[in-house]
C-alpha cells in the first residue's frame, strides 16, 4: 500500500507539515491551496543569482555601480563577516539592527520580528559568520533585511551560485519555501524508495516514456525545484512537460471515466410522436436554420438510441439553443416521460419558464418552474408532489432541481443550460439521485478547437455555427469616457421608436458595493434626464423576486433603459432591445464583452454596441476592444482572445472534475491533450474497469489528483 502512503501524504494538509511555524504553514496555505501536492506544484518562476562577495568593499561597489545603471534586479550576496553590535530598538514596532563587519566596512542586518534570545544566540558578538540575503543600499549604508541565511562559514558553498525563485506572498521568503519543499521531496523518495510497488508510480505508457524521454515523476519534481537555469523553468523542458502531462492525463481519465459511467447505464430510447413535432415546428413564427435542423436530427439520433445520451450543443449566443431544447424534450414529452431544464441564475430559469412554458401550455403539457425560495412553500411543497406523481412534465429550475427533496416520477431528459456554469461534478449529483436521464448541455461559450478536449472530452458535440437569417450584425463603437453625457442624451431617440436599451455599469474588482454604486449613479443620473419609470435598476444584490419586477417591466412595459451590473450576462432574449452600452468596458474579458453584446440584435431590427472605455486605456486593452468591434463571431473572437492573452485566461473560470491545472500551460501543453487522449484510449480498450495490476498506477494517479468522485463511481460500478 506504498503508493496509498504517499498519495495521503501528499494530500494532507500543509498545516500538518513538519518542522515550520503555524504561521508559516498558515501563509503557505494562503499561498499555494491546501495540500503538500499544493506547494509541490508551486513552480519557480525564476532563477536567482547568488554571489560571493569578499568584501563589504566589493558588494558597495557592485550595489552602487547597479544603482548608477539604472538596473532593478536585487542582489543576491553571501559574505562573511563579524558580529559587531547588536542595536536593540528604543521603542516596540521598531526593527532590531545588527552590524556586522570587515576590514573594508560594516552593514546592517534588519529584523522586523524574532524574539530577544534567539538573536542573541544566533548573533554571539565578534564571532565571524556566513550571512546570504538581498542587498540593498540604503542612505549609504548597506542593508539586509531578514537573511536567508546566517550561519557557519564553512556552508558557503551552499549559498553561491543559481538557486530557484518562487511567486511569494508577503511574510514568506523563498528560503521558507525551498526548505519546505526539500524536507517534502526527500520524504516523498524515502516513501518512493522503501516501496516495492515504486512503479505505482509510472502510469504513463513505456512507449511513451522511451519516446519522449520524460523523467519519472518524482524526478520531474526534483527537478524543477531544484532547477539552477532559466532552462529549466521553460515549461517545454521534459520535467515540465512530464508533470502538466500527468495533470492532462488524470483530467481526460476523469472525463473519460465519468461518460463512461453515464453510458454503462441501462439507456432508454425516446422516439418523439413525429407528427405533434412537426406541428409544433410548423407553428413557429420562424424556420429552422440548418445548423438548427442539424442539432435536432443528431439529438433525435442520440436519444432514440438506448445509450444514454451526453452532448453539449454549443452556439454562439443567440444562435437558437432553447429552441433546439425544447423539440429534443418533445422526445420525451410526447412519451409522457419527465423533462427538466436547468439554469445557472433563478433570471434565466424564469425567461425558460415563460418561453417554454408557453409552448407546452400550447401542446398540453405541465411545465412549472420550481425556485430555490420554494422549498418550505405551500406552492413548493405542492409542486414537489406533483412532480413525483408525474403530473408536471417539465420541470424548470436552477441547481436546486439537485437537491435531495426534488424527485421525479420518470425523468428521460435533463437539460443543463450555459454550461459552464455547471462541472462534472454536479453531473454526477444527478446519477447519485439515482436517475441517469439523457444528456443536453448547452453552451454560449466558444472553445477554439484546441481546446475542446480539455473542457469537453466526455460529451460529444453539436455546433449551432450560424445565427437565424436576417440578423443584422451588431454595429460596435468605441467611445471614451468623457462622452458618456453625449451617449446618455443619445438615448432619446431610440426610446421615442419604442426601443429597449441594456446600461451595463462596471465590474469593480472585488468590490460589489463599489459595483453598486456606480451603478445606482448612473441610474440616478439617467432617471434625470428621462422619465423616471422609464429607467430600472438591476443588480447582483437584489432578491430573485425584486429581479424578477425588474425584468418583467423591462421585457413588457413600452421604451425603457435598464441600468444593470453583470447580472444580465447570460441568456436574457429580449428580442426588443436594441442598445447595448458598456462602461469601463476594458475591465471585462472579451468572451463576456461579447456575450453582453450579444443580448441586443435579437429582431430585424438594426442594433447597436457602444464600448465604453477609461482613458487610462493599456495598447492590449485597445486592441481586444477593437476585436470585438471588427468580429461578430464569438469563435473567432475566442481565437482572437486566446492570441492577446494566451490560454490560460479562457481555461481560468472554466470548471473541471478534478480543480484547476497547476503544472500544464495550455499555450505550450495543448498538443499534450490529444496524446492524453490516445493514451488513454489504448489503456482503457485493453482494460476497461483498470482492474489489472498493470492499471493500479492509474488509479494512484486519481486518488493523487484527488478525483475521488470519479474513483468511487468506478468502484461501485
Ligand atoms: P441562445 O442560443 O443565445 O440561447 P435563444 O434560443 O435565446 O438564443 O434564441 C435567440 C432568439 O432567436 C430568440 O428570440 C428566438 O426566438 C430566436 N430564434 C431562434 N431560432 C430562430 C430561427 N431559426 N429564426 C429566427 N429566429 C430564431
Ligand atoms: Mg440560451
Known sequence: MGADSITTYVNQPLSSLEGS?????????????????????????????????????????????????GSDTDIFATLTLTVSKIMWPPRKGLPIRIRMSDATGQIEIVYFTLSKPYLVQKFPLGSELLISGKATLYNKL?????????????LRSSFVGNAPLYPLTSGLSHSVISKALHRILLHLKYLINSNEEQNLFEWILEERLKETGWPSWIEALEAVHTATSVDALDPQSLPRTRLAYDEIFAHQLTLLLSRRQAQDQKGRSFIGQSDRINTFIASLPYTLTSCQQYAIHTINKDMGDPLPMLRLLQGDVGSGKTVVSFIAALNCLTNNVQVALMAPTEILAKQHFHTLGAWCKEMGFRCECLQGGMRTTQLGK?????????????????????????????????????????????????????????????????????????????????????????????????????????????????LQKNQKIYWICPL?????????????????????????????????????????????????????????????????????????????????????????????????????CFLIYSDALTPIARQRLFVLKNLQDGFKIAEED???????????????????????????????????????????????????????PLLSLLTLFQCHETLNYLRAG
Not at 548597506?142 to 564553512?154: A, E, N, Y
Not at 450555459?418 to 439523457?438: I, S, T, W
Not at 475542446?452 to 467611445?479: C, E, M
Not at 444593470?564 to 436574457?572: I, K, L, P, R, S
Open 382 to 494: 405542492a409542486l414537489k408532489e406533483d412532480l413525483e406523481k408525474g403530473l408536471i412534465h417539465l420541470v424548470v429550475g436552477t441547481h436546486a432541481l439537485l437537491e435531495d427533496d426534488i424527485k421525479f416520477k420518470d425523468l428521460g431528459l435533463m437539460i443543463i443550460d450555459e454550461q459552464h456554469r455547471f462541472g462534472v461534478n454536479q453531473r454526477l449529483a444527478l446519477y447519485k439521485k439515482g436517475f441517469h436521464p439523457d444528456l443536453l448541455v448547452t453552451s454560449a461559450t466558444p472553445i477554439p478547437r484546441t481546446l475542446q478536449l480539455t473542457q469537453y472530452g466526455d460529451l460529444d458535440i453539436s455546433a449551432l455555427r450560424n445565427k437565424p437569417q436576417g440578423r443584422l450584425p451588431i454595429s460596435t463603437h468605441l467611445f471614451s469616457e468623457g462622452r458618456i453625457e453625449e451617449i446618455s442624451l443619445k438615448l432619446k431617440t431610440l
Open 21 to 69: 511555524s503555524p504561521k508559516t504553514r498558515g501563509l503557505l496555505t494562503r499561498l499555494v491551496g491546501r495540500t503538500i501536492l499544493d506547494l509541490l506544484y508551486h513552480f519557480p518562476s525564476q532563477i536567482q543569482t547568488r554571489i560571493y562577495f569578499s568584501s563589504i568593499q566589493d558588494l558597495a561597489t557592485k550595489l552602487i555601480h547597479q544603482k548608477n545603471e
Open 642 to 696: 486566446l492570441r492577446l492573452r494566451g490560454y490560460g485566461a479562457l481555461l481560468g473560470t472554466t470548471q473541471s472534475g478534478s480543480g484547476a491545472y497547476k503544472a500544464m500551460d495550455p499555450y505550450v501543453h495543448a498538443p499534450l491533450f490529444e496524446m492524453a487522449h490516445k493514451d488513454l484510449q489504448k489503456i482503457l480498450a485493453l482494460d476497461p474497469f483498470l482492474e489489472s495490476p498493470a492499471s493500479a
Open 142 to 154: 548597506i542593508q539586509m533585511s531578514h537573511p536567508d541565511f546566517v550561519g557557519d562559514p564553512l
Open 508 to 608: 469593480v474588482e472585488e468590490s460589489e458595493t463599489l459595483d453598486l454604486t456606480a451603478a445606482i449613479q448612473r441610474h440616478t443620473c439617467l432617471s434625470s434626464l428621462y422619465p423616471p419609470d422609464q429607467v430600472s435598476l438591476l443588480h447582483g444584490q437584489m432578491n430573485p423576486a425584486q429581479k424578477q419586477e425588474v425584468m418583467t417591466r423591462f421585457a413588457h412595459e413600452g421604451p425603457h433603459i435598464l441600468v444593470a451590473t453583470t447580472v444580465v450576462e447570460v441568456g436574457m432574449d429580449i428580442p426588443e432591445a436594441t442598445l447595448m452600452v458598456i462602461e469601463h468596458a476594458e475591465r471585462f474579458g472579451l468572451s463576456q464583452l461579447h456575450q453582453l453584446r450579444g443580448r441586443v440584435g435579437r429582431n430585424d431590427l438594426p442594433s447597436h
